[in-house]
C-alpha cells in the first residue's frame, strides 16, 4: 500500500515538471514571435521604408531637423552635425554620416561644400571632419515650420523631434528611396523637379498625370514597362554612347545606379570573355563623364555598340516597387498615386498656414483696437484712483463696454492686463493716424488670407509656381526618354568558339577534347546548335564544351532563333505506309533539348533528300525509283520551287507511293522568299524587319541605303539590320537607286549667299559620309535637303531690317542636275529667314513597289509635309 502511493506520487510529481515544461515552452515560442514581429515593424517604420506625405526615413528627418536647429546661414562642419543628430538618432555616427551624404549627393535639400564623392565614379567622400554643409534656400521654404509640425519626444525623453515634416513638396519622388526591411522592401526612382511640380499643377487643375524618372547621371531610359512604379515594373536604362569615328566609341553618360570604374570593368570582362572585340578603355571622367573606347581594325562601332548593350553595364535593368508608410501602414502604389498624396498633403498644409495666418491677424486686429480704444477713450484714467488689481481691471473693462461691439470676439482678462502694461510713454506719443493705417493694413491681408481660403487650389497652384520660378532654373530634364529595340545578342557577339563534332560518339562543342575532330563552323559560346537525324526528326540544344546529340546525326549548324529565311528541304519516306513525300520548313522557334518528328503522326521514316538554303533558296532533284516497282515512268524530276514553304509539323506533298532508289541535285534553285522588307524605326533609330517603324523598301543582295543628313552629307549602307542612323541628325532615309537625285539649298559662309543644287551619288563607298556642301565654314549650313523627285518650297529673305520677301521655288525648274561638288545655283545674295517644302512625301508602303511610288509622287501636287524640312 505505502509502495502504491509512492508511485501515484511519483508519477504525479513527473506530470507537473512535464506540464510546466509545456508551458514554459509555450511561452518562450510567443515571446519569440512577439520579438519578431517588434523588430520588424521597428525596421519597416523606423528605420528603411520613407513615410508618403514628407518622403523621408527617420534618419533623413532627423538629420534635417538638426541643421534646422543649427540653422544659422553659414557652413556647418559634417562633423557636428552629426553630433547633433545622435540627440534623436539612437543607430550611430556612420548610420548618420552615410546619410547625410546621401542626401547631400542629391543636390536638392542640403549645400554641400569639400569633396562629397562623385556618383558617377563611385568615389567616396571626404572624412565629416573635412567637409561642411548647411540647408539650402529650397529646404528651408519648403520643409520647416514649427507652427505645423506635430512633435514627439526622442529616444531618450530629453529631446523632441518632429513626426514629420511639414513637407510642401513631393520630395520623396525628386529624391528617390532605396530600402530594404524585415520581409518588405521599397525602391521609388527620382523624378524631374520641374515635372513633378507642373504634374502637380495639372493634379489640381483636375487633369490626370503620368511621370517618369529623371536620373542626374543622365543617360537615355526605357519607361514602356514601368508600370507607374509598382511592383513588377521594369525599366530599362543605358548608357550614351557616341561614334567618334570608325575606330572610336565615347560613353558621355552612364546608366543609373552604375559608375564609370564598373562600366569599365564589365566592358574588360566581356572583352575577355570574348564577347566583344576592344583595344583599349581610357577613363577620362573629370568634370564630365567620358570614357573613350579603342576598336581593333575591322570592328564595327555599330555592332560593338550594340554589344555595349547586350554584354557590358552600358544597359541595366532597374526594378522600382513604390512601397511607403501612410498612417503606420505599409502602402503600395503607383508614383502617380504618391504624386497625388503629396499633392493633397501639401495644399492641406498651406491651408492650415493661412489659418494660422487668420488667428494671427484677428489677434492683431483685437489688440490694435482695444489699445485704440483704451488710448483715444482715455479710459486709462479711470484706473489712477482704484485700490486693488481687481478694481483695476472692472475699471478697464467697464470703459471698454461701450466701445467694443464691432469687435471680432469677447474681451478677456488677458487683454485686460495687456492694457495696463501699456506704458506711459508709448501712450503720450500715440498718433492715431498710424494706428487706423495699421488696422487698415491688418485689414486688408486678413481679408487676402480670406480670399486665398476660400480659393486654396488657386493659392496651392500659385505656390507651385512660385517654387518653380524660384528654384527651377537648371533642373531640366537629364534622362532622354526613348524606346529601346530588342537587341539581339547572338546577333552582335563576336564569333569567339569553333563547333566541332565527333560523329561517330555523338559529341558535339568546342571543347579541347573535340579539337582533333570533324570543324563545323564559328561560333560564339551563347549559340544553339540544331541537329537533324536520318529519320528525320530534330532537335535545337544550348551549346558548350562538349554536348551528347547521338551517334551519326545527318545534319549539325548554328541555329539562329526567329530566322524565318533558313529552309530545310526535304524528301523522306513514310516507312509504315511505304509513302515518299516532300516538303519545305523553317524551324524559327523551339523548345530546346527536345525532339521533333519529320511530322506529326508519323512514327517511322527515313531522310532521301535534305538540303539547307539560307534564303529559301528551291534546287531541282532527279528522282530514280527502284526497277522492280511496277511505276511506268521510273525516272522524273522534282522541283522544289512549286513547294511552299509550310510549318515544321507539316506531313509535306506526296511525290511518289513507289520505292525510291536515288535521288540526284540536277539544278541548284534561286531564293523564293523574294526580297527582305526593311523598316527604320526613327525611336530607335535602327532598322528592322519587324515592321516596326516607317518602311524603307524590300532589299535584295545588292541593294543599298541612302541616308541624307543635317550636316550636309550622304552616306551610302547595306541593309544589315544592325545599322543605326542617329534621327536627331538624319533628314532622309530610302532604298538608293541609280538615278535618285539629291536636291538641296545651302547657305554658303565663304561667299555671304545661297545656293540650290541637285544632284546624283557619284560614289561608291560604303558606310562612308560624304559632304557635298563646297567648304567647311563655320556659317555654312544646310537648309534643305530632300530626297523627293520634284520638291518645291517656300522660302523667306531678308529685304531690309524688318521687311522680308516671300517666294516659290521648284527646284527642279531652277537648276538641272550637276556634280555632287559643285556650288550649284545662287538663289539669294543673304542667308533665307526659313525654308519650308509644299511638296507632299509619298510615304512607301509593302503594296507599293518604287515604281508606282515614283509614278505617283510624280503626279503629286498635294500640300507640304514638313518631315525633310531643315531650319
Not at 524606346?483 to 555523338?506: M, P, Q, W
Not at 511525290?655 to 535521288?663: D, E, F, H, R
Not at 531678308?798 to 520677301?805: L, Q, V
Amino acid at each position: 500500500m505505502e509502495e502504491n502511493n509512492k508511485n501515484l506520487e511519483d508519477n504525479l510529481e513527473e506530470n507537473e515538471i512535464d506540464a510546466a515544461k509545456v508551458i514554459q515552452v509555450d511561452v518562450i515560442e510567443d515571446m519569440y514571435k512577439d520579438y519578431f514581429l517588434d523588430y520588424a515593424s521597428y525596421v519597416i517604420l523606423e528605420r528603411a521604408i520613407p513615410t508618403s506625405q514628407d518622403g523621408l526615413k527617420p534618419v533623413q528627418r532627423r538629420i534635417l531637423h538638426s541643421m534646422f536647429l543649427m540653422n544659422d546661414g553659414r557652413f556647418h562642419k559634417v562633423a557636428n552635425v552629426i553630433g547633433q543628430t545622435m540627440q534623436f538618432h539612437p543607430h550611430g555616427d556612420a548610420a548618420i554620416g552615410d546619410a547625410l551624404v546621401h542626401i547631400g549627393q542629391k543636390d536638392l535639400m542640403i549645400d554641400c561644400q569639400g569633396n562629397w564623392g562623385d556618383v558617377r565614379t563611385g568615389d567616396r567622400a571626404a572624412a565629416p571632419r573635412y567637409i561642411e554643409a548647411r540647408l539650402s534656400k529650397f529646404a528651408l521654404d519648403i520643409a520647416f515650420n514649427p507652427k505645423t509640425t506635430n512633435f514627439q519626444f526622442s529616444y531618450d525623453g530629453r529631446k523632441k523631434e518632429p513626426i514629420m515634416l511639414p513637407m510642401k513638396f513631393p520630395l520623396l519622388l525628386a529624391q528617390g528611396v532605396e530600402g530594404i526591411a524585415v520581409g518588405l522592401s521599397t525602391k521609388i526612382l527620382p523624378h524631374n523637379f520641374v515635372e513633378l511640380i507642373k504634374a502637380s499643377i495639372s493634379l489640381l487643375k483636375g487633369k490626370k498625370v503620368q511621370i517618369f524618372p529623371d536620373f542626374n547621371t543622365g543617360g537615355l531610359a526605357d519607361f514602356s514597362n514601368y508600370n507607374g512604379g509598382k511592383r513588377g515594373g521594369k525599366v530599362r536604362v543605358r548608357a550614351k554612347i557616341n561614334i567618334l569615328d570608325k575606330k572610336r566609341l565615347t560613353v558621355t553618360e552612364i546608366p543609373y545606379g552604375t559608375t564609370t570604374t564598373g562600366i569599365i570593368d564589365s566592358i574588360i570582362k566581356a572583352n575577355n570573355k570574348s564577347k566583344i572585340k576592344i583595344k583599349k578603355v581610357v577613363d577620362n571622367t573629370a568634370a564630365d563623364v567620358e570614357i573613350l573606347i579603342e576598336l581593333p581594325s575591322g570592328a564595327s562601332p555599330d555592332v560593338t555598340m550594340d554589344a555595349l548593350y547586350a554584354f557590358t553595364d552600358c544597359e541595366v535593368s532597374i526594378s522600382p516597387n513604390a512601397c511607403t508608410i501612410n498612417g503606420d501602414t505599409p502602402v503600395f502604389t503607383t508614383v502617380e498615386e504618391l504624386l497625388q498624396i503629396c499633392t493633397d498633403q501639401t495644399q492641406f498644409l498651406l491651408e492650415w498656414e493661412l489659418k494660422n495666418r487668420k488667428k494671427e491677424l484677428e489677434d492683431r486686429w483685437h489688440q490694435a483696437s482695444l489699445e485704440k480704444i483704451f488710448i483715444e477713450h482715455k479710459i486709462y484714467q479711470d484706473i489712477e484712483e482704484c485700490e486693488s488689481w481687481e478694481e483695476v481691471l472692472a475699471a478697464v473693462d467697464n470703459g471698454l463696454k461701450p466701445h467694443i461691439k464691432h469687435l471680432m470676439r469677447a474681451v478677456i482678462e488677458e487683454d485686460l492686463v495687456r492694457l495696463t502694461e501699456i506704458k506711459i510713454k508709448r501712450i503720450s506719443k500715440y498718433n492715431k493716424f498710424k494706428a487706423d493705417e495699421l488696422l487698415k493694413a491688418i485689414e486688408e491681408e486678413l481679408e487676402e488670407v480670406k480670399y486665398h481660403l476660400a480659393h486654396i487650389v488657386e493659392y496651392t497652384i500659385n505656390y507651385y509656381s512660385e517654387l518653380l520660378k524660384k528654384h527651377g532654373k537648371g533642373r531640366e530634364r537629364k534622362t532622354e526618354i526613348t524606346n529601346f529595340g530588342t537587341i539581339n545578342a547572338a546577333s552582335v557577339v563576336i564569333n569567339n568558339a569553333k563547333l566541332y563534332i565527333n560523329r561517330k560518339e555523338g559529341f558535339i562543342g568546342y571543347g579541347s577534347s573535340l579539337k582533333k575532330d570533324e570543324f563545323i563552323s564559328e561560333c560564339s559560346d551563347i549559340d544553339n546548335v540544331i541537329v537533324f537525324y536520318k529519320d528525320g526528326s530534330y532537335k535545337v540544344v544550348k551549346i558548350a564544351d562538349k554536348v551528347f546529340v547521338g551517334k551519326n546525326p545527318m545534319h549539325v549548324a548554328v541555329w539562329k532563333k526567329g530566322d524565318k529565311r533558313m529552309t530545310y528541304n526535304m524528301i523522306y519516306a513514310d516507312l509504315d505506309k511505304g509513302i515518299n513525300y516532300a516538303k519545305r520548313f523553317n524551324v524559327s522557334a523551339i523548345t530546346r533539348e527536345k525532339q521533333y518528328p519529320v511530322a506529326t503522326n508519323i512514327t517511322k521514316s527515313k531522310v532521301l533528300h535534305f538540303s539547307v538554303n539560307p534564303n529559301g533558296e528551291a534546287e531541282t532533284v532527279a528522282v530514280l525509283l527502284t526497277q522492280s516497282c511496277s511505276a511506268k515512268k521510273k525516272e522524273f524530276e522534282y522541283s522544289f520551287a512549286d513547294l511552299a514553304v509550310k510549318g515544321r509539323s507539316s506531313r509535306g506533298n506526296t511525290i511518289t507511293k513507289y520505292p525510291i532508289k536515288k535521288i540526284k541535285v540536277t539544278q541548284q534553285g534561286t531564293s523564293t522568299l523574294g526580297a527582305i522588307k526593311v523598316w527604320y524605326d526613327d525611336t530607335t533609330g535602327r532598322i528592322n524587319s519587324s515592321a516596326y517603324g516607317k518602311y524603307i523598301g524590300a532589299f535584295e543582295e545588292e541593294d543599298k541605303i541612302i541616308a541624307l543628313y543635317q550636316d550636309g552629307s550622304y552616306e551610302l549602307t547595306n541593309y544589315e539590320l544592325t545599322n543605326r542612323f542617329d534621327p536627331k541628325t538624319l533628314i532622309a532615309l530610302k532604298k538608293w537607286d541609280k538615278d535618285m537625285v539629291i536636291s538641296s539649298i545651302h547657305y554658303d559662309g565663304e561667299r555671304k549667299a545661297t545656293y540650290v543644287k541637285r544632284f546624283k551619288v557619284e560614289t561608291n563607298s560604303l558606310n562612308q559620309k560624304f559632304n557635298f556642301l563646297p567648304n567647311d565654314y563655320v556659317s555654312t549650313k544646310l537648309l534643305f535637303g530632300s530626297l523627293y523627285p520634284s520638291p518645291v518650297v517656300e522660302y523667306k529673305v531678308r529685304a531690309g531690317r524688318s521687311k522680308s520677301i516671300e517666294g516659290e521655288l521648284t527646284l527642279t525648274d531652277f537648276i538641272d542636275i550637276k556634280g555632287w561638288k559643285s556650288l550649284g545655283n545662287k538663289l539669294s545674295d543673304s542667308k533665307l529667314i526659313s525654308v519650308k517644302p509644299i511638296h507632299k512625301e509619298i510615304e512607301l508602303t509593302e503594296e507599293m513597289d518604287d515604281a508606282k511610288a515614283k509614278e505617283k509622287a510624280a503626279n503629286s501636287n498635294e500640300t507640304a509635309d514638313p518631315q525633310n524640312t531643315l531650319f
